[in-house]
């Protein structure tokens, strides 16, 4: 069945640096990709997502990355700010069904 | 608050109970999802309904879990004879049927089973 690998599980940066989450998915009629942003005891929440039609797209300090031939797919935090601190989860998702298959999370620390 | 509502927040209940739980979707979404979501992982689908029919099952979804949507708005989670395994967060998340809209999830419900 489709499988997302996500790395690192945890990374730690300074404020102001920028932060890198990559993401390998197993099953290539996925097609859609979202990241979500998952705070202590919060629900996760939307923050960016990609269509295998689209190579890259960036929405103000966030962009994603997506590579169909390799299979593989990327977040990218510039500027970074305390509050980006939360757990962020990589997901695919296939044409064919609406589940999203989500990955391990990475657990990104922003230091002031 | 107009987002996907899920009752109750926690419970508690000891090993061989049956619990329920209530996810209120997003006014108008027509597609509802149960994931479950353990501590330090993220979550995993268990079943979805467009409107009242359930239409994917998860193979974790055991004879012990049943999910309704009778009228095709607010959707009930079932857990009969829990056991330590079934201590998780349940989350609920709903969209529109067009599938290029993202899914919305709730609060989730977290159980705990003694």
């Known amino acids: 069945g489709e499988n997302v690998e996500q790395h690192p599980s945890t990374l730690s940066v300074q404020e102001g640096d920028s932060a890198v989450i990559k993401c390998t998915y197993s099953?290539?009629?996925?097609?859609?990709f979202p990241w979500y942003k998952q705070e202590l005891g919060k629900r996760p929440q939307l923050i960016i997502d990609?269509?295998?039609?689209?190579g890259e797209k960036k929405d103000q300090r966030i962009a994603v990355t997506l590579n169909k031939t390799a299979k593989h797919f990327s977040l990218h935090i510039t500027e970074t700010q305390p509050e980006d601190s939360a757990v962020y989860f990589c997901?695919?998702?296939?044409?064919?069904?609406?589940?999203?298959?989500f990955g391990s999370g990475t657990r990104l620390l922003v230091r002031p | 608050d107009t987002g996907v509502s899920q009752d109750p927040r926690h419970k508690i209940t000891k090993r061989g109970q049956n619990v329920t739980f209530r996810c209120d979707p997003i006014?108008?979404?027509?597609?509802l999802y149960w994931y479950r979501q353990t501590l330090g992982q993220g979550p995993e689908f268990l079943t979805y309904?467009?409107?009242?029919?359930?239409?994917?099952k998860s193979r974790l979804l055991s004879d012990r879990f049943s999910a309704e949507r009778p009228k095709g708005s607010f959707s009930t989670l079932e857990i009969q004879r829990t056991e330590q395994g079934d201590s998780a967060m349940y989350l609920c998340?709903?969209?529109?049927?067009?599938?290029?809209?993202?899914?919305?999830f709730g609060d989730g419900t977290r159980l705990s089973i003694l």
């Open positions: 998340a709903s969209s529109f049927r067009d599938q290029n809209q993202p899914q919305h």
């Open positions: 099953d290539s009629a996925s097609n859609y």
């Open positions: 990609i269509r295998s039609n689209v």
């Open positions: 997901v695919a998702r296939m044409d064919s069904s609406y589940k999203l298959i």
């Open positions: 006014s108008e979404h027509n597609r």
């Open positions: 309904f467009q409107n009242e029919a359930q239409l994917e």
